[in-house]
């Protein structure tokens, strides 16, 4: 299986190569050359796997360059039940993504998929926990290390620390601004006391946190003096084990390879939702792909109208539903690759021209860059946007008549849903973040707190390790180099 770039850059790359790497050299998006294939052979097959199990097989399609006896081991590591131990219930935890069927009246089935159940709470960990292991893995072999450097507002950083720490090789510098998280995911990284972890508050806002790692990053020879490396949402590795869910999901809820189902995924990034799209493209029996969007509608407006518009900082509206406050969907491009017959010279002057006129049109309409809005339906795309008031009633409604409590993410497609339910398709939405972690959201739709799961009873009164420091880019390099001793 070799890998090639959105934009054209051609040298092939496989699966190890592009694992540590970010953007392709000329700016695009790593894909596979060719979509694997599932049979109905197989799919029969893997109905009676453990997740652990399936992950190996959908796995085994990317990485050919991985030894298969390696990649089983590294897959029953990453999927256990002691991993995923959040989860509503024991027989829940070993099932990892545990489904339930919320309703099923009419032949209208609503069934929610819990993607929450990790370290830190949100999906964010069905992905990372893989990549942790598969760092060490790689690094260990090539007698290597690492240094990854970020930025986060939240669910990314915790999600990366608690699949990162402790591990040989790896160290992880993650910035945040200083006061600005909630106390809840404040104490979930802070509260780490692993050597290998460093939390820098920095005095300023998120922007002035991503702006740090842009310039780190731009100077190449201390990048690559420090083994600087990222762990982003366009990471190839965490999108393919996403890939793995949507098999999940597809195989719990139905019984012959002949059902359809459709999936609801909050999104903001677009990795998420991209997963879905590329097993679909492998075969997998997917009918809509129900993209959901918050008051940052960028994602929303494309699927209806066939405008990509990105939205600048001060039209980022900051919402309850905040890991999807997104303005630029970093993982598009890899679906408008596909849109474009994979035509990867259009790919790179569409998105060049989001980058000098903020956005392209595909409408078909005089002026527009081109027609491909009318082949959206092939690929099973639909969309909705949900806003505050949404998900307070979305939550109330989910606790009266379902008797569960959601997060703000999750209500967001669970509406989005309701919206486009088809009869004789099941539903599935995916459960993106357990309620904990937006309290006080589900205090002001509940009137009471959100039940958190055992361990996180205290979290806030643990102590804290991290340093202060200003958005200062020559005391963060020096930071760095004194920590790794390079
Ligand atoms: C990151 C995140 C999303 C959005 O996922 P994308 O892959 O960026 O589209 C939705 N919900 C929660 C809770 C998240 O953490």
């Not at 690559?224 to 590795?237: F, H, L, M």
Request: aromatic share 10%; hydrophobic share 40%; charged share 25%.
């Amino acid at each position: 299986m070799q890998y090639a770039s959105t934009r054209g850059h051609t040298a092939a790359q496989n699966f190890s190569e592009i694992l540590l790497g970010g953007l392709a050299p000329d700016g695009g998006l790593y894909l596979p050359t060719t979509y694997p294939q599932v049979t109905d052979v197989e799919l029969d097959a893997w109905r009676k796997l453990s997740y652990a199990g399936l992950a190996f097989e959908v796995l085994k399609k990317f990485a050919t360059d991985i030894p298969e006896a390696d990649l089983r081991a590294l897959a029953e590591q990453t999927y256990t039940s002691d991993v995923y131990k959040n989860a509503r219930s024991d027989e829940s935890a070993a099932q990892i993504t545990p489904l339930r069927v919320l309703q099923d009246k009419n032949g209208h089935k609503l069934v929610l998929q819990a993607l929450s159940n990790g370290p830190t709470l949100a999906f964010k960990d069905m992905a990372m926990q893989l990549l942790g292991n598969l760092f060490e893995y790689t690094l260990a072999k090539n007698g290597a290390e690492l240094n990854i450097f970020g930025a986060t507002s939240g669910d990314t950083g915790s999600a990366a620390e608690y699949a990162m720490r402790g591990k040989k090789g790896i160290r992880v510098f993650m910035l945040s601004p200083h006061k600005k998280m909630s106390a809840f995911q404040t104490a979930q990284m802070f509260s780490l006391q692993d050597p290998n972890i460093f939390n820098i508050a920095v005095e300023g806002v998120f922007d002035d946190c991503q702006d740090m790692v842009k310039a780190v990053s731009n100077d190449l020879e201390f990048k690559n003096r420090q083994k600087i490396g990222t762990v982003n949402s366009i990471n190839w590795a965490r999108v393919v084990a996403q890939v793995v869910y949507y098999f999940r999901g597809y195989l719990s809820a139905t019984t012959s390879n002949e059902q359809k189902v459709s999936f609801t995924v909050p999104s903001g990034n677009f990795g998420n939702i991209c997963a879905g799209h590329i097993a679909r493209m492998m075969g997998l029996p997917i009918d809509k792909l129900v993209v959901a969007t918050n008051e940052n509608d960028v994602l929303d407006e494309f699927f209806r109208t066939g405008i990509y518009r990105v939205r600048k900082s001060a039209e980022t509206w900051h919402t309850t539903s905040p890991s999807m406050d997104i303005s630029k969907a970093s993982n598009f491009e890899r679906f408008i690759y596909d849109l474009l017959d994979r035509d990867a010279p259009r790919v790179a002057a569409l998105f060049k021209k989001v980058e000098t006129e903020g956005g392209f049109d595909l409408s078909g309409k005089p002026g527009s860059d081109g027609d491909e809005f009318s082949k959206i339906a092939k690929f099973g795309f639909v969309s909705g946007k949900s806003l505050h008031a949404d998900r307070l009633q979305t939550i109330r409604q989910v606790e009266k008549e379902f008797g569960i409590t959601i997060d703000t993410h999750t209500a967001d497609g669970i509406k989005v849903a309701l919206e486009n339910l088809e009869e004789g398709v099941p539903m599935i939405v995916l459960e993106t973040a357990l309620p904990a972690k937006f309290n006080e959201t589900i205090k002001e739709a509940l009137g009471r707190d959100a039940e958190r799961p055992a361990g996180f009873e205290n979290i806030e009164a643990l102590p804290q390790r991290f340093d202060v420091m200003t958005a200062d880019v020559t005391a963060m390099k020096a930071f760095i180099a004194k920590n790794t001793g390079l």
